[in-house]
């Protein structure tokens, strides 16, 4: 179809150099052709020059001062995506790899996987390239602070609601919380995430690890199985992964891998979790000290590692959960994974896996659940929290869980619903761009051209 071409050429030239932005791009329109040639009205309305386009993009400088007293500046974004179902809504991503290309992708990302989880939000995504790493915390309240010095005036509860993403946990969000407040004079729900004294919702914390296997045991069980005894390899090490592989003991799989920036652990007879929250949540220190409690584990370090790609994906499992980052998964490893015997992978990270490795899982038909759909747990939780917020209510956790999975099993009937309406069954990615997308494009031609 010449007109999604057209359009993705366009989108190469206005914004050069934004490679992941036209990863996610690329991968939603080419989904689409099958729904524009039976609804063309979409073309008729400007739906896709509209939906690449962000509503508003905010960069500003943040300047803050060091242990040592030297001045230190970074870049601070905000990018309020699409607002047709809701207020914005999405993560701050503190890394120094973020650049405003990083953050249009995941705004992108976020719009549709916002409009799967059925609830009134709308896309947006923010952060900085402010390395967290190494810094004490007063350095990091000093540079949250700065960071929302700027940012506050143009988010709230019921306009743009932040949350936590890579690099952002609840220390950072409370610093951030706390410069709003006393910037605003306001006690309100303007972000997500927060802790459970002041305003946060209990299973936020744990929701898009434990919504990213809920929603692989949904694909297994449209397969007849289910994820008991099966064993599991995860990449990441901090929130996503932690509560992927927590929920995995639950429900009785075997988790025997995650990693970080440094190296990837491999522990046969599974990761000890308790360890790993310490070591991660507590101490903030490398992969690598797990070997002191247990010297039979393995530890990779990534600078040893002989191969292009990840030693995660490099182990013999039944279930793979890439919760680490971006394009962590590339064609070869899908191609290990698959020759190894994955019959599933459950996206917990935002776009993980390269285009090319979606289409090894896709050709090979194995369950492939994407992130915008697998891990749409997390900002569904948030959603629970804003309704906490404004109720002035705390809900139970078995309550809050049990949403979480309603939620989950919402979604992936959506995708396969539609995937299978597409008359391509088994292809979740098809099936999750087109749902998510329909329901968007349907509010913005309600809503007028503005
Ligand atoms: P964390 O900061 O808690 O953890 C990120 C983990 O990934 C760390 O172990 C980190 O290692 C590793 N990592 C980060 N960048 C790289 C890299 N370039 N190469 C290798 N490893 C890397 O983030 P989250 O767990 O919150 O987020 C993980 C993924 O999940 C991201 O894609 C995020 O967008 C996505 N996501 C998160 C949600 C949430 O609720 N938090 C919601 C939905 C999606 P190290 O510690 O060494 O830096």
């Known amino acids: 179809m010449p007109y999604v071409h057209e359009t993705l050429e366009a989108l190469r030239r206005s914004s050069p150099a934004q490679t992941e932005f036209y990863q996610a791009a690329e991968e939603v ?14 073309l008729d309305q400007g739906i896709i020059e509209r939906i690449v386009e962000p509503e508003r993009q905010i960069m500003f400088r943040v300047c803050w001062t060091d242990d040592s007293g030297k001045v230190q ?54 952060g900085s390239d402010f390395d967290p790493k190494g810094r004490s915390d007063v350095e990091i309240m000093r540079f949250c602070q700065a960071f929302m010095s700027e940012l506050y005036r143009h988010i709230g509860p019921t306009t743009d609601v932040p949350a936590g993403d890579i690099g952002v946990g609840a220390r950072e969000i409370g610093f951030l919380y706390g410069q709003y407040k006393r910037l605003s004079g306001r006690y309100e729900g303007v972000l997500t995430g927060k802790s459970l004294n002041w305003g946060g919702s209990l299973g ?12 692989a045991e949904n694909m297994l069980e449209a397969r007849g199985e289910t994820l008991e005894g099966k064993t599991c390899l995860v990449s990441g090490a901090g929130n996503v992964a932690i509560y992927t592989i927590e929920k995995l003991y639950e429900l009785g799989a075997i988790p025997i891998t995650c990693s970080d ?116 747990g997390g900002v569904a939780t948030s959603q629970l929290e804003m309704a906490q917020n404004s109720s002035m209510q705390q809900w139970s956790l078995e309550k809050v869980d049990a949403k979480l999975k309603e939620v989950m099993t919402h979604i992936h009937c959506q995708c396969a619903d539609t995937a299978a309406e597409f008359d391509d069954s088994t292809n979740l990615v098809l099936g999750a761009n087109i749902a998510g997308f329909r329901k968007v494009a349907d509010a913005m031609i309600e809503q007028g051209v503005v």
């Not at 914005?88 to 405003?100: A, M």
């Not at 744990?206 to 919504?211: D, I, N, P, R, S």
Request: charged residues 20%.
């Open 73 to 126: 500046v970074n870049k601070g974004y905000r990018v309020q995506f699409n607002s047709a179902l809701g207020p914005y809504k999405g993560g701050l991503r503190f890394h120094p790899s973020v650049t405003s290309g990083t953050i249009k992708f995941l705004g992108f990302e976020q719009i549709f996987k916002n409009a799967l989880t059925g609830l009134p939000i709308g896309g947006g995504k923010g």
């Open 261 to 376: 920036s440094r190296g990837t652990l491999h522990h046969a007879r599974g990761i000890d979790l308790a360890l790993l929250k310490e070591l991660k949540e507590v101490r903030r220190v490398s992969l690598a000290a797990y070997l002191e409690t247990h010297p039979e584990a393995h530890y990779i370090p990534t600078r040893d590692y002989p191969n292009d790609g990840h030693a995660v994906w490099r182990l013999k499992g039944d279930v793979a959960f890439p919760c680490a980052t971006q394009n962590e998964l590339i064609e070869a490893d899908a191609e290990a994974l698959l020759g190894n015997g994955v019959t599933c992978i459950s996206e917990g990270a935002n776009m993980p896996s390269t285009a090319a490795a979606v289409d090894r899982f896709l050709a090979a038909k194995v369950a492939y659940g994407p992130g915008k759909a697998a891990n749409a």
């Open 204 to 215: 936020r914390k744990e929701a898009t690890g434990y919504g990213a296997v809920y929603f």
């Open 29 to 42: 329109l080419e989904c689409l052709r099958p729904l524009f040639e039976r609804s063309p009205h979409y």
